[in-house]
């Protein structure tokens, strides 16, 4: 403690650094389908522009547990409407499920995809292959969703 009062104002400008370095920012999205998916890059470069980073990592977590987070193709929207396709096959709505909710699939398929996704950034922009971008998945819509996308420098 006496360590801290004596170094002071040396901590009060630490604090303001890493203020300035790390930075979180909260969405919200309305969806309209019961499965969709969302692309949410434009919002995340938002964000790094806004945190003023040249390098580093953003992470996007989507805190719940019937939607998710994944990075595709961005050029053929067809590839967004074949992976919806592909996931109505595999987790079918209706099955032998036990949770009583019923939106079984729903959960499946926000675990395939995963909650969080981290993209590293370097000159200012999102290190994205030219054919990816950032979506978010709604597997139990429409709903009010929420997107945490952290900002980290370094
Ligand atoms: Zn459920």
Known sequence: MSVRLQAA????????????????????????????????TSLVRQDVKKAGITSGTAVVFVPHTTAGVTINENADPDVVYDLLSIFRRVYPESGSYR???????????????????????????????TWQDIYFCEFDGPRTRKVYVKTIGG
């Open 9 to 40: 104002g040396k901590f009060l400008c630490i604090e303001a650094f890493i203020e300035r370095m790390e930075r979180m920012t909260e969405h919200t999205i309305k969806t309209t389908s019961s499965d969709e998916m969302i692309n949410i």
């Open 99 to 129: 949770h009583m909710e019923g939106n079984s699939h729903a959960h499946a398929k926000a675990s395939v995809v995963g909650s969080s996704c981290t993209v590293i950034i370097e000159n200012g922009q999102l290190q994205l292959g």
